[in-house]
């Protein structure tokens, strides 16, 4: 059995939104090397990936696969789904062109206002 590289997922840890995404990405991932999780405030994350700006891994989370390819925001997801259980059938239909626009403006917009809808769903709770 051929074993996967982790996916590197470097999301936002000040958005209660996405620490609950990260979560469930976790909880729902094919195996516990599925992925590894780093937030883009954290030190670990400028030193292991100086090409990626705060501003970019603050606009959209980063999922980093081996050799570096850096796939952002509405991209990523399909490689994502691909590493969770029961999921793998919706990376499918997120290549398709009609689905990969709804699927920018729908990301886009919740990117855009993550911390609007973060304070409404779930008030992040500091650890």
Known sequence: MQTRTPA???????????R????????HAVGKDAFEFIPCQSEERRKR????????????FQLV??????????????????????????????KTPVIRVFLYVI?????NNRYIISQTVKPLIEE
């Open 65 to 94: 696969l081996s050799h570096n390819q850096i796939l952002a925001g509405e991209k990523a997801l399909p490689e994502i789904l691909n590493r969770l259980r029961g999921f793998r059938w919706l990376s499918y239909l997120f």
């Open 20 to 27: 609950g995404c990260m979560k469930w990405i976790e909880l």
């Open 49 to 60: 990936f100086p090409e990626m700006t705060d501003e970019s891994c603050l606009k959209s």
């Open 8 to 18: 590197v997922l470097i999301y936002d840890a000040r958005c209660s939104l996405c």
């Open 107 to 111: 990301y886009r917009w919740v990117a």
